[in-house]
């Protein structure tokens, strides 16, 4: 079809078959002029600047460099970027907004496996699953059931601290179980977080009642650092802290400290640095559960976020507007 826009992918590309496995690239194929083969790491190459010069829509990825002003100038036909990951905040130039570009972000396509990961983590701990399981391996005679009556999730007040898309996703899927589910958000108000199943608290009196504490904030300047030394006091003894958004969220130092003593216990996904050195004591803890930022989508969950960008791309080609869409205003408050 010789109208069919000219695309160009920029992203690693060890990342393409998994987002855009054959059927799907297929059926981007039918929408847009795209070589597949041609997957811009840089667009300092010469064949990736041919390119780059007749693209009106850029698909991007992991592993894209920045859409700057200087990337502006040599896409004059550019008018939208689909981003099959998460954020943008790294990849979208000022110089973009200021062009009027169309984006689009398959975050609330990532949120979905960040929500899983968090849910299982969230209900293994109110089993006191974690600390069962060093605890059994330093004696097998031990039983949970006699040695624990506080373990169990009937009537576990768990606290979520950010209504995002994944914090949203999560309040849904802890529904329908036995909970009582909080929630602090400064965007929000008590009807809303209502209408999401949860009290809306204060993030102090959320830390101060809550046993379960669930990081879902964005890594914005308001909120590096948001649970400090003092903050992080007033989660009760023996409470769990599960962070899957980011590390920076958490002061870092203030964190060990309190991990160190054993009085609190965490589930960590991210960090603040990634991954932590590797003499960190987080390694060793047996009270921290630590994973190397695999909450997100990962190995066949990487074709969701592909089929978000082609039915974007199928949206863009229709003339109808984006399902999701980002725009300069929301990053000042979303991640």
Request: net charge negative; proline share 7%; with cysteine.
């Amino acid at each position: 079809m010789a109208d069919r826009p000219k695309a160009l992918f920029t992203m690693h590309a060890r990342y393409l078959s998994q987002l855009f496995p054959a059927p799907l690239m297929d059926r981007l194929e039918k929408l847009v002029d795209i070589d597949p083969s041609l997957v811009a790491q840089r667009f300092d190459q010469p064949e990736v600047a041919l390119a780059l010069a007749d693209a009106e829509i850029m698909i991007t990825g992991w592993g894209s460099p920045r859409v700057d002003r200087a990337v502006l100038a040599a896409a004059p036909r550019l008018r939208a970027v689909v981003h099959a990951a998460g954020t943008v905040r790294h990849l979208i130039d000022d110089a973009c907004w200021e062009r009027g570009l169309l984006v689009s972000s398959a975050a609330q396509a990532n949120a979905l496996p960040v929500a899983e990961y968090t849910v299982a983590a969230v209900l293994l701990a109110g089993k006191g699953v974690f600390d069962a399981r060093e605890r059994y391996r330093a004696d097998p005679a031990f039983r949970r059931r006699e040695e624990d009556p506080a373990a169990g999730n009937y009537g576990r007040r768990v606290g979520l601290i950010g209504a995002s898309r994944v914090g949203r996703r999560v309040l849904e899927l802890l529904r329908p179980y036995d909970l009582a589910l909080t929630l602090a958000d400064p965007y929000l108000d008590a009807a809303e977080a209502a209408r999401l199943g949860a009290e809306l608290l204060p993030l102090d009196e959320l830390l101060r009642t809550s046993t379960i504490v669930s990081m879902h904030a964005p890594d914005i300047p308001q909120t590096r650092g948001l649970l400090d030394r003092r903050r992080l006091a007033l989660i009760p003894d023996g409470g769990m802290l599960i962070n899957t958004a980011r590390g920076a969220l958490v002061d870092h130092d203030a964190l060990i400290a309190e991990l160190v003593t054993g009085r609190i216990s965490a589930v960590l996904d991210v960090t603040d640095p990634e991954p932590p050195p590797a003499d960190s004591p987080l390694f060793h803890m047996p009270n921290v559960f630590l994973t190397p930022h695999v909450a997100g989508s990962m190995g066949n969950e990487l074709e969701r976020l592909g089929r978000s960008a082609v039915e974007e791309i199928e949206r863009l080609t229709d003339r109808r507007p984006l399902a999701h869409p980002v725009t300069q205003s929301d990053l000042e408050r979303v991640a």
